[in-house]
Nanobody
Framework: QVQLVESGGGLVQAGGSLRLSCVVS????????MRWYRQAPGKGREWVAQ???????VYRDFAEGRFTISSDNAKNTLYLQMNSLRPEDTADYLC?????????????WGQGTPVTVSA
């Protein structure tokens, strides 16, 4: 079983920064790509940033220039550095992995970590 556990969310003032972490655990895993998603209250889930196994990054327009996705493979951890935060960034942030475990492709999600940005 692939498990993803996020941390690092919290309350921050507009203009501030947070770094989210997502620890990946499980055996015999090969990750194709990982993403950060977010879901604001009363809204649908939207992807924020993507990191492939080849270290290619892609960002949504609202994240470009403010957010940075990265990983530390030695720690099996995915990060999202968020700077210049805005009240509209308030949401639950979830980690997602598209991966192969024991020869089978799967979609794996964490439980999310809440981010609140005050004006």
């Amino acid at each position: 079983q692939v498990q993803l556990v996020e941390s690092g969310g919290g309350l921050v003032q507009a203009g501030g920064s947070l770094r989210l972490s997502c620890v990946v655990s499980g055996s015999d895993i090969s990750i194709n790509f990982m993403r950060w998603y977010r879901q604001a209250p009363g809204k649908g889930r939207e992807w924020v940033a993507q990191l492939t196994s080849g270290n290619t990054t892609v960002y949504r327009d609202f994240a470009e220039g403010r957010f940075t996705i990265s990983s530390d493979n030695a720690k099996n951890t995915l990060y999202l550095q968020m700077n210049s935060l805005r009240p509209e960034d308030t949401a639950d942030y979830l980690c997602y992995a598209n991966a192969v475990q024991n020869g089978q492709w799967g979609d794996y999600w964490g439980q999310g970590t809440p981010v609140t940005v005050s004006a």
